[in-house]
């Protein structure tokens, strides 16, 4: 009896045993391989996510920016709106060399899709040259010419699906559109003609599948008034 017992002992495991065994091993590795690949979508998407909210954080930034330099100049247009692009007369980032520059803003198609679009022009310091770099904005937005060429700067931003902008005057949210040109002073005729308004309300739908998506608004108010820059 004690022999017969030890040859079934050294017997092993039979192969319905080892069937079992491996089919046990296949499902822990099945289950731990979705568990992993779980885990990478997770980490993926968070990154996705992270990376547009600086790029957003980034470019609203730039904007709040824009707005804070824009300065009025005789003869000229501080901001104009024609429901297509934003364009800007801003002061030069160089301090060390006083200069004036134009940046426009708008959505356009590419490569990449429908992205919110900046553009900036080289720096100037005559009206001569505000003229050609208030034009060559106008017609980047159009047709996409004079983007990067001869050292203008257009910028692809964000996804997005639409844009509005309205602007505070009369105490009150209004639609952007063209400034009115005002009376010229006669105590000073060669002053601005258009003034900037009060505040800048930009509302953009940025789509799904980003990191980000739905409707966000952002208001710009103009320092003099006594109330914050951005918000």
Known sequence: MRQHAGVRANRGFTLIELLVAIAVMALLSLVSWRGLESMSRATTHNQQRADAVLTLQATLAQWGADLDAVTTLAQTRPVDWDGRVLRLTRRGSDDTAPSVQVVAWTLKSGPDGVRW?????????????????????????????????????????????????????????????????????????????????????????????????????????????GAPKTS
Do not use: C, H
């Open 117 to 225: 679009r900046r553009w900036q022009s080289l720096p100037f310091t005559t009206r001569g040259e505000w003229q050609q770099a208030w034009n060559l904005a106008a017609a980047w937005a159009q047709d996409g010419g004079a983007g990067s060429n001869g050292g203008y700067s257009d910028v692809a931003l964000v996804p997005a699906n639409s844009w509005q902008i309205f602007f505070f005057r009369d105490n009150s949210w209004v639609p952007a559109s063209q400034l009115p040109v005002t009376q010229p002073n006669p105590n000073n005729p060669s002053g601005p003609i258009v003034a900037m308004p009060d505040g800048v309300r930009l509302v953009i739908t940025l789509p799904p599948g980003e990191g980000l998506s739905g409707t966000l608004t952002r208001d710009w108010v103009k320092p003099t008034v």
